[in-house]
Structures are given as structure tokens and as C-alpha cells.
């Protein structure tokens, strides 16, 4: 039939594909509900980039609420992702000649 070897498997509880913001939070998640209860489950994410976060965009502005529900003492991490606190919003209109400010009223 055929040479290959034979090959290797894993199982695991929850499998997870993707190491994007949905994916790790909802690793975390499980894992969290899974401590709540008593439970031991295996949970693994699958990332196609060499390292979480391969695929993100850096200068991304977000706001960390979602990471306050989920990880409350994320903040107290010397090794934490995020350490710039945003402290003032300007929306610009670009154009070919320059750009002209908007005032924030108007936005989001």
C-alpha cells in the first residue's frame, strides 16, 4: 500500500482554531469555566501564523473592556500587551491637498 509512516495524533477536549481575540478568549474562557466547576478539560488552539498574534495589525486602538471581563488583574501584568492608555481622539478628513479636522461630535 503505502510507506508513510504512521501519523501522530492528539486528543483533545475543545479544539480551537484561530489564536485571533475570538479564538484565545474563548481558550481562556473554557478554561476558566472548567476551574469554576471542578472539571479538567484540554482545550488547544491551532494558529497558522508562527506565533499568536502573526496576523494582527499593531497601532490597532481598542478598548480593553472585554479584557477587564475576562482577565481582571490583566492590568497588574508587567508583561501585559497593552500599556498606553489612549488620552485625547482627533478625526481628520484627508485629502489630496492636506487635511482638515472634524470635530469629535460627529463621530463615534
Known amino acids: 500500500m503505502s510507506d508513510l509512516p504512521a501519523r501522530e495524533s492528539m486528543e483533545f477536549d475543545v479544539v480551537i482554531v484561530g489564536a485571533g481575540p475570538a479564538g484565545l478568549s474563548t481558550a481562556i474562557r473554557l478554561k476558566q469555566q472548567a476551574a469554576e466547576t471542578?472539571?479538567?478539560?484540554?482545550?488547544?488552539?491551532?494558529?497558522?501564523?508562527?506565533?499568536?498574534?502573526?496576523?494582527?495589525?499593531?497601532?490597532?486602538?481598542?478598548?480593553?473592556?472585554?479584557?477587564?471581563?475576562?482577565?481582571?488583574?490583566?492590568?497588574?501584568?508587567?508583561?501585559?500587551p497593552l500599556k498606553t492608555q489612549v488620552t485625547a481622539d482627533e478625526f481628520m478628513y484627508l485629502g489630496h491637498a492636506g487635511g482638515l479636522r472634524l470635530p469629535n461630535v460627529f463621530m463615534p
Open 38 to 80: 471542578g472539571a479538567d478539560i484540554s482545550v488547544v488552539v491551532v494558529e497558522k501564523g508562527s506565533e499568536v498574534g502573526a496576523h494582527i495589525l499593531s497601532g490597532a486602538v481598542i478598548d480593553p473592556i472585554g479584557l477587564d471581563a475576562l482577565l481582571p488583574e490583566w492590568r497588574n501584568d508587567p508583561d501585559r
